[in-house]
Nanobody, 128 residues
Framework: QVQLVESGGGSVQAGGSLRLSCAAS????????VAWFRQPPGKAREGVAV???????SYADSVKGRFTISKDNAKNTFYLQMNSLKPDDTAMYFC??????????????????????WGQGTQVTVSS
């Protein structure tokens, strides 16, 4: 049984930083795609960042240059470092994982909310 558990959310002022972590069990994410999504209040879930076995990350335009996705295969954990946070970044953040799928490329086009496995979410609130 796959479980993803996020941690690291909280409240910060604009310009601040947070690092989210997602610990995986029952899933070998050295292969496949892992990603972060977010869902602002009253809005749809949107992809933020994704990374695959190549280690090459892709990002939504809204977070490029500010957010960094990374993973530690030995710890079965992946991360989202968020810098220069803005009030518009306020949302519930979710980690997600997909096993390897034929023809799949872990790039920005893959950032749709159709991943197989999801964490429970962690709240990030950025005040102005």
């Amino acid at each position: 049984q796959v479980q993803l558990v996020e941690s690291g959310g909280g409240s910060v002022q604009a310009g601040g930083s947070l690092r989210l972590s997602c610990a995986a069990s029952g899933y070998i994410f050295s292969t496949g795609c892992v990603a972060w999504f977010r869902q602002p209040p009253g809005k749809a879930r949107e992809g933020v960042a994704v990374i695959g076995s190549s280690g090459r990350p892709s990002y939504a335009d809204s977070v490029k240059g500010r957010f960094t996705i990374s993973k530690d295969n030995a710890k079965n954990t992946f991360y989202l470092q968020m810098n220069s946070l803005k009030p518009d970044d306020t949302a519930m953040y979710f980690c997600a994982a997909d096993p390897p799928k034929l023809g799949a490329v872990c790039d920005a086009a893959y950032l749709t909310p159709n991943f197989d496995y999801w964490g429970q979410g962690t709240q990030v609130t950025v005040s102005s």
